[in-house]
C-alpha cells in the first residue's frame, strides 16, 4: 500500500502551488489566468499523485517501468509542442513517454483514434522519421453526441473541429486527418500496414474491443498498439483485463498507457 504524504510534505505541496506566480498573475492578470495558472501546477506536479485511479475493474495487467520495456529508450531528448495537458489529452508524463517510444521505434506509417484537437497528433508527427505518415481519426461533426460511457467527444469538449493544432502547422503535411467513426471504418487497405497505433477514441466497453480488433488487424508484426485510460476508465481496463488472458500486454510504471508489441 502506498505511503500517505506527512502533514509537512503536504504543506509543502500547499506552498508549491499557491506561490507568488500565482499570486502576480491574480493582481495583473485577474483570476482567471491565476486560477489556470494554478490548475496547470496542480495537473503537472501533483495530479499523478493525488488523483486515484477512477476505473471500478482491477488493474490486472502487469505493470512495467518504461525503461524495462526499451532499455535503450531516450527520454531526455524529447521537446514537446504544446506540452501542458489540454481538455480532453493525455498527462504531460505520458506524451513524453509516447513521443520517446515513436523516436525509438521510427515508425513509417502511425495510427491514432481519437484526434480531438491534434496535441498527441503533433507530437507523434514530430518524433517520427520525416518520410513518415500519421493517420488520424476522429467523429465527422454529424455523428451523434458521445454517451456518457463514451468519454467526451471534442464537440463536447469545446473544441470546433478535429486537429486545429496541426491545421496550419508545418508538420501537417505528415498528417492525414479521417473524419469517420473508427468502429465502422474500413481498415481493410491498412492491414498488415501500420507500425504504431494509438488508441483513445470512444471508452465504451464495445468501442475500444472493437478498435482493439481492428488495430491488431492492421499493425505490423513487430508494432506497437498503445491504449490511454486503463485503470482510469471502466471500458478501457476491462476490455483490456479480458485481452490479456491472450496476449501479454502491461501497461507502463506510472501512467494510464497500456502497451502491446504485436
Not at 476522429?138 to 463536447?156: F, H, I, M, T, V
Not at 491504449?227 to 476491462?238: A, M, P, R
Request: proline residues 7%; contains cysteine; hydrophobic residues 40%.
Amino acid at each position: 500500500m502506498r505511503e500517505k504524504p506527512s502533514i509537512i510534505r503536504r504543506i509543502m505541496r500547499l506552498l508549491f502551488v499557491t506561490n507568488l506566480a500565482a499570486f502576480y498573475l491574480l493582481l495583473r492578470e485577474g483570476k482567471r489566468k491565476a486560477f489556470a495558472y494554478l490548475h496547470q501546477i496542480w495537473t503537472i506536479y501533483i495530479w499523478r499523485q493525488a488523483l486515484a485511479l477512477r476505473s471500478t475493474h482491477p488493474l490486472l495487467l502487469p505493470e512495467i517501468p518504461i525503461e524495462m520495456l526499451y532499455p535503450s529508450i531516450d527520454l531526455s531528448q524529447i521537446e514537446l509542442l504544446y506540452p501542458l495537458p489540454r481538455a480532453g489529452g493525455v498527462r504531460v508524463d505520458e506524451l513524453v513517454i509516447i513521443s520517446a517510444i515513436v523516436r525509438h521505434l521510427k515508425p513509417k506509417r502511425l495510427v491514432e483514434i481519437g484526434t480531438a484537437e491534434g496535441r498527441t497528433t503533433l507530437n507523434l508527427a514530430l518524433h517520427s522519421p520525416q518520410d513518415s505518415e500519421v493517420i488520424t481519426l476522429d467523429l465527422p461533426p454529424d455523428a451523434s453526441p458521445a454517451k456518457p460511457e463514451s468519454g467526451c467527444d471534442y464537440r463536447q469538449m469545446g473544441i470546433p473541429e478535429p486537429g486545429v493544432l496541426f491545421k496550419n502547422h508545418p508538420l501537417s503535411q505528415k498528417i492525414r486527418l479521417i473524419l469517420a467513426d473508427s468502429t465502422k471504418f474500413d481498415w481493410k487497405p491498412y492491414e498488415g500496414g501500420v507500425d504504431f497505433v494509438f488508441i483513445d477514441g470512444a471508452h465504451d466497453y464495445e468501442s475500444v474491443k472493437k478498435d482493439t480488433e481492428n488495430a491488431l488487424k492492421i499493425v505490423k508484426i513487430g508494432g506497437v498498439i498503445l491504449w490511454h485510460d486503463y485503470g482510469v476508465v471502466d471500458g478501457v481496463t476491462k476490455c483490456l483485463n479480458e485481452l490479456a488472458t491472450q496476449l501479454p500486454i502491461c501497461f507502463i510504471s506510472g501512467t494510464s498507457l497500456a502497451h502491446l508489441r504485436k
